[in-house]
Each structure stands twice: as C-alpha cells, then as structure tokens.
C-alpha cells in the first residue's frame, strides 16, 4: 500500500479515491483552515464556516490505510501529513511525498512506522525548505529523527540509536540553527537538542512534548510535575503548572506572540479521564480552565492556536467533536460532527497573512 508525507500546494488537484492527495481551493486570507486528520482521511473545515468539512486528502477503504501528523508549513501554502499503512505488531509502510501545483506525488523518503505508535508530530523548518521527521529502522524497532528537502533530495539523518530508542516530536528553534525533540530510552522520557547538520546531541532536561517560543529563549515540555519551562540549553528549568491528579497536564503549546500557553488536562482516573482545555500566560501567571468535557475521553487532538492568537481549536471523543473558542473561554461554536468512531489524532491550523514575531 503507498503511504504519503505530501506537501500540498494551495489548489493542487488529483485522482480522488487514488489514495493521493486531493485538494479544494483554499482561502488566502485570515487564519485560513484547520486540517484534521481523521482515520483514513484528512479534512479541512474554516472555522467561519462550521459544519462544512471538505477532503485534503484519503485513503482508499478498505486497505488498512491511515492518516496522521498534518502540518501546515510556516506560510500556509503547503501541508505535511503522514499516510499509508501501520501496524503495532508488524512493519508499517509509510512513506514521506510532495506535491505541486499540476504535478502529481513525488516520493521524498520511506518512513516505516512515522513514530505513529507515539503519536509523533512533523517539524517544519522556518524558512519552510526542511521538514524533520522520525523514521524507524523497521526491523530494529528504533526510530530515529531525519529531516527531508520539501525539494526532493536526499533525507538526512540526524540522530542515531546504539540501543532501542525513539526520538520524534521535532521542534526547530526560529533560527533553524537547532531542533528540539523527545527521546524515549526504556521508561525514560528526555528532552534533546541537535543542531540542524545533526551535530552536538545535548541532553537538556527529562520531559516530554517540547515546542520552542516564538522569541527563541525557551522551550516548554511536560514532565511528571507537570508543564514545565527551561531555555534552550535546559538551565533554568521552573515549573509553571503542577500536576494534580489523573494523568496530568500536556501537549503545551505557546500562543504565536509567546504570552500565553494552552494545554490539556485530564483529570479523574484510574482509567476515566475528562479533558480540559487550560490557558495560562507564559509565567505561569492567570491559569483559566476554558472547557472540560465529560467522561470519559479516549481519542483526542492537542489544543492549538488560531495564527492571530485569538482562538484555540481542540477535539476529543469525549467533547463529542471538533471546537474552536476564543482564547478568553467565551464563544465555544462546534466545527464538526462526533468524530470518535474515526480514531481522531491531530490537528494543524494554516497560518495566512499573520505577523512574524
């Protein structure tokens, strides 16, 4: 089965039900769409236009074939995404593409599993010419972070397992002189920098999760006490909200002026959690609960920001959907239907004619 990362152009046209990427006309004005990835397709819905979900992408029923990892590049004009086959006990065939307006799919690299088993995210460079991405060593079990030319080329990897390991979760710092990313060894969890020709590997905190601030000076992750903030060379680490229960706080992301951050919490347990949406500045300071949901939440998307900072977008099965609210808590309005029975994942927003911070 052919799997795709696909870097779509806006208005790039193919063969639906193919299992390549098929693309609508997209706004080029606003905060533009959000891409949900949802089993086996990929949609985008414009949160001025509730309810209307239109096909980015899908795969063709009935193959085991399944979408993950959308990721819009820092202008908006092309979308990176994960497609094709995965499996929890054996090989999975993922495969990295890009498109381009009149062309069809051009196979970038193999990626085997994609991280999917960790729920691994894309990392664009930003200068948008780089997309880093973890990519297994299919029968060793290892995988490791490579980054791809959106030009075609040849991948480069960055870093290496001597032991089973995963690294996944890329976050370039606005320089695109270094990534931050996740490694699991065992049953830790530690955060990494690498700069971006894969040279000095340095280990700067445990945690997990990690996305550097729009400034450059910090990076915030998670980690068992909770949402934690370091800089980038992980001195300086303090805790900004404490865990309290259930399965903690997570997935933080920083608003695009660097002042606030929004995260999940999921309290309860042992095993029925709510999922909450939280805001708080960057200090630590003004901590909101801006939704929960009820009992109890299984399939979910990390909440992320709308371009200008004004909303945030979220999902889970629990919540019974896909939401956008304003970044006060005020103005919840449903942009879908339940999507539970989808195996929902994740999420991106397209930046359109936003200020650079």
């Known amino acids: 089965m052919t799997c795709l990362v696909a870097v779509l152009l806006v208005g790039v046209a193919g063969s639906a039900g193919s ?6 006309p997209l706004p080029l004005h606003g905060n533009g769409d959000i891409a949900v990835a949802l089993g086996r397709n990929l949609l985008a819905v414009n949160p001025s236009h509730p ?10 029923q009935g193959t085991g074939c ?4 959308p990721a819009w590049s820092p202008r908006g004009r092309k979308l990176a995404f994960v497609q094709g086959a995965f499996a929890v006990n054996h090989p999975s065939h993922m495969f990295l593409y ?6 069809g799919p051009r196979q970038l690299a193999s990626c085997g599993s994609c991280g999917r088993a960790w729920g691994a995210r ?19 079990g290892k995988d490791t972070l490579w980054i791809v030319p959106v030009s075609g080329g040849k991948p480069h990897r960055l870093t290496h397992c001597r032991t089973r390991c995963d690294d996944l979760n890329p976050s370039w710092s606005p320089d695109g002189h270094v990534l931050v990313y ?18 000095d590997p340095t280990k700067i905190a445990l945690g997990a999760d990690p996305q550097w601030s729009p400034d450059g000076r910090s990076i915030v992750f998670e ?9 980038g060379h992980g001195s300086g680490v303090h805790l900004l909200y404490a865990q309290t229960g259930g399965a903690g706080p997570g997935v933080p992301s920083w608003s695009p002026d660097g002042t606030k951050l929004v995260f999940f919490n999921t309290p309860g347990g042992p095993s029925h959690y709510t999922a909450e949406v939280w805001t708080m500045n960057a200090d630590g300071s003004d901590q909101r609960s801006l939704y929960q949901s009820g009992c109890c939440v299984g399939d979910w998307a990390a909440p992320i920001w709308s371009p ?44 359109l004619n936003v200020r650079v911070f």
């Open 19 to 24: 299992g390549t990427a098929t693309t609508a």
């Open 51 to 60: 309810g209307v979900m239109r096909g980015i992408a899908s795969c063709p």
């Open 66 to 69: 399944e979408i993950d990892e």
């Open 98 to 103: 890009v498109m381009a307006h009149g062309r």
């Open 122 to 140: 894309l990392g664009w460079s930003p200068n948008g010419k780089w997309v880093a991405f973890s990519r297994d060593g299919f029968h060793t």
């Open 182 to 199: 996740e490694h699991i060894a065992g049953s830790s969890t530690s955060l990494y920098t690498i700069r971006s020709d894969g040279s």
């Open 223 to 231: 980690d068992a006490r909770g949402i934690e903030v370091a800089d």
């Open 308 to 351: 200008d900072g004004r909303m945030i977008a979220f999902s889970a099965d629990s919540a019974g959907g896909t939401f956008v609210i304003n970044a006060d808590g005020s103005g919840l309005e449903e942009l879908g239907p339940d999507q539970a029975s989808y195996g929902l994942s994740s999420m991106s927003w397209q930046p």
